[in-house]
């Protein structure tokens, strides 16, 4: 009787172990099948990403500034039709929008702004100069109401008058211009520039470019030609 149910239990261990086999070669598939869509998840997503990035590589080097100003103005265009449809101020509404903080940090790089542009040539130096004496002028409006009673109608000259030439400066206005021009040419006493080439130096070269070349040799080999240059220059050389 043991025998013979030893002999029922073997079949029963054998159909656990490939029923047991055929789960693992079912969850081995399974995770195959889950790699597989992993891996061509993957590819596609890579795809899409060097996709993007040869169109980002295509655009103007500017573009993502120039989309954020496009985009800025669009909103600026739907808020200001906002503001037509409700009849309200769209510069009043825009200034209630602005924060403390926003409008503190603005005046701060207002502050911080460099107001001098400089000039590019002499006529923009000009201008700029006739600005800055401008600037200074301090008006005397007394003497403005008397020269214009003085002279009446023709006080606002037209292509008639004949005021050219009659005017004559007051002591103090003299004065003032003496001073101002005193003090450019003080001012320009103190100004120098430098000079790319030294009038006072001789010259021993042709060209620019040979300049240039005289300069490293004898940067280089000054020093062991000196005594034969002043021998040279004197007619004593052997």
């Known amino acids: 009787m043991a025998a013979a149910g030893e002999a029922q239990d073997v079949p029963c261990s054998s159909g656990e172990s490939v029923t047991s086999a055929a789960q693992k070669r079912e969850e081995r598939l399974k995770r195959f099948r889950d790699l597989h869509l ?79 542009p400089g000039f590019s040539d002499f006529a923009a130096a000009q201008l700029r100069q006739y600005q800055r004496l401008v600037k200074q002028i301090k008006p005397d409006m007394e003497e403005y109401k008397k020269q214009k009673d003085d002279v009446g109608e023709d006080f606002y000259a037209t292509a008639n008058s004949l005021l050219h030439g009659t005017h004559v400066p007051s002591k103090a206005g003299v004065d003032r211009l003496v001073a101002d021009v005193e ?40 020093k062991y030609t000196a005594e034969i240059k002043q021998n040279l220059e004197r007619g004593t050389a052997v």
């Open 38 to 116: 992993q891996r061509n998840e993957s590819r596609k997503l890579n795809h899409q990403a060097v996709a993007e990035e040869d169109r980002i590589l295509k655009l103007p080097a500017n573009w993502e500034s120039k989309r954020t100003r496009l985009e800025w103005e669009l909103k600026v265009e739907e808020k200001k039709k906002e503001c037509l449809e409700k009849g309200e101020d769209y510069q009043r509404v825009k200034l209630l929008e602005i924060s403390a903080d926003d409008a503190e940090r603005w005046e701060r790089k207002k502050k911080k702004k460099n107001s001098d």
């Open 183 to 222: 003090k450019q040419i003080e001012k320009r006493a103190k100004y120098s520039r430098r000079r790319r080439y030294n009038d006072d130096a001789d010259i021993d070269y042709i060209n620019e470019r040979n300049a240039n070349f005289n300069k490293k040799a004898e940067r280089f080999y000054g």
